[in-house]
């Protein structure tokens, strides 16, 4: 089946050290999300790729950054990570042509804990 | 700033009960409404969606959502609930600001008594 898969499901790091989570897709969409989501919240966009085009939201820190090699990857690099940025990342992927509607598919998702 | 309500945290109901989770969203323009659903253990995944033409849109599993354009809602309903419905709801809302995002609402944990 097509699908979105995310590695690890969960990470864990220390305080201040670089982690990076991958994200990789078999349905050829040229659309890659990154989600944050923190208990009991909304997932909050942090950035995403329109074919190579990448689009940063305006209140994503500069901590957070990401690589997309080709149409079935892309890494969310955290450079420092912080006890706030535990959480659940997520990534999801979209036609971008609006075929399906702009409907999301999402991975299972990573969760991070930070030490 | 363009938000995403939904204003019931967490809903209890008895099998066979009947469900409404509102949503409502603060985008003017065109907008495209999702429901996504996650499941105990699962990722989040589409429920239905309104795209255009009927308002009143059906979706997996006997759900479906009206759009109501003049009250910016689009609330989610199912006559009788099972125990298989108990999960997390989440309205999502797509709407032009600067450029097309699609914006998420916090979620309702919906449990549903056997």
């Known amino acids: 089946d097509a699908m979105v898969i995310q590695n690890p499901r969960y990470q864990v790091t220390q305080f201040g050290k670089p982690v990076t989570l991958s994200c990789s897709q078999t349905l050829n969409h040229n659309v890659m999300y990154w989600y944050q989501q923190k208990s009991s919240q909304a997932p909050k966009l942090l950035f995403h790729y329109y074919d190579k085009d990448f689009n940063n939201e305006a209140d994503t820190p500069d901590n957070f950054q990401s690589r997309r090699p080709n149409t079935s990857f892309c890494f969310l690099d955290i450079r420092s990570p912080g006890l706030g940025d535990a959480a659940m990342y997520l990534c999801?992927?979209?036609?971008?042509?609006?075929?399906?509607?702009?409907?999301?598919?999402f991975g299972p998702g990573t969760r991070l804990t930070v030490t | 700033a363009q938000s995403v309500s939904q204003h019931n945290h967490h809903v209890i109901l008895s099998e066979a009960a009947s469900l409404e989770l509102g949503c409502n969203y603060s985008y003017g323009g065109t907008v495209n409404l999702f429901w996504y659903v996650q499941y105990p253990g699962q990722h989040l995944q589409l429920l239905l969606k309104?795209?255009?033409?009927?308002?009143l849109v059906k979706g997996i599993k006997g759900f479906e959502a009206e759009f109501i354009k003049s009250k910016f809602s689009f609330n989610l309903r199912k006559p009788s609930v099972q125990w298989s419905d108990t999960a997390e709801y989440f309205c999502?809302?797509?709407?032009?600001?600067?450029?097309?995002?699609?914006?998420f609402g916090a979620g309702t944990r919906l449990f549903v008594k056997a």
């Open positions: 309104y795209f255009s033409g009927d308002p």
């Open positions: 999801a992927t979209s036609r971008g042509d609006g075929g399906g509607s702009y409907e999301q598919y």
């Open positions: 999502a809302v797509r709407g032009y600001t600067g450029g097309f995002k699609t914006i």
